[in-house]
């Protein structure tokens, strides 16, 4: 009898915990700095293992210590760390990329900055919905660096992962089969800083 009870308890947490899970990012406020870092330090690390029987304790300080580590912040807030466990609790049960009010980069350079890492060596920038068919991305930064740039949908599917020259002129292709929320993540060992940001497509 208590083994039925046990199974019985088991199944129905299966359905209501990750429920709560997916609602907690409306609970938790996710600022866009943090969805930033989040996505451009962390979820690369974390995307393969989408399950909604997956969660993380907001409460354990080894992984405080794990986050504050990553993402080169020894003073984040225990708030600040709460938003990080909302934001990878939600990718595990969504398997999907969390921005805040569906922010999105307004086609403009002026507006690239709020999309940068606090440390200046990424980016990691909403463009939207993309309907389908071919795109060139052009990239001119201040710094003379290398950096890798990947473009991938909010439901981790990866168009383009290329390393870029300053030797060589930064314009990257690739190409939509149908209509996809993209995103461009963007990491360098050193600061950098976006001066030009172009996204067209092809015609």
Same mark, same amino acid.
């Given at each position: ?144 660096? &290398? ?10 599917? &990866? ?43 092809? &015609?």
């Amino acid at each position: 009898m208590t083994k039925t009870i046990y199974y019985v308890l088991m199944v129905i947490s299966l359905f209501i915990f990750p429920s709560f899970l997916v609602s907690s990012e409306n609970a938790v406020p996710i600022s866009v700095r943090s969805a930033v870092i989040f996505n451009t330090l962390c979820s690369k690390c974390h995307e393969g293992e989408c399950s909604g029987r997956l969660s993380f304790d907001t409460g354990s300080k080894t992984d405080s210590r794990h986050i504050r580590r990553y993402t080169g912040d020894a003073n984040l807030s225990k708030s600040k760390i709460k938003e990080f466990f909302t934001l990878l609790n939600y990718m595990k049960k969504k398997c999907a990329v969390y921005m805040p009010d569906n922010v999105q980069w307004k086609n403009s350079s002026k507006d690239i900055s709020r999309f940068m890492l606090p440390s200046s060596k990424g980016y990691f920038i909403p463009l939207g919905s993309l309907e389908s068919g071919k795109y060139h991305i052009k990239i001119k930064v201040r710094e003379n660096i &290398h950096f890798q740039t990947e473009v991938l949908s909010n439901h981790f599917d &990866h168009f383009l992962n290329q390393e870029m020259c300053p030797e060589k002129k930064n314009m990257l292709q690739f190409e939509l089969n149908r209509p996809t929320t993209v995103f461009v993540r963007i990491k360098s060992r050193s600061p950098m800083h976006i001066v030009s940001f172009k996204v067209e497509k092809d &015609h």
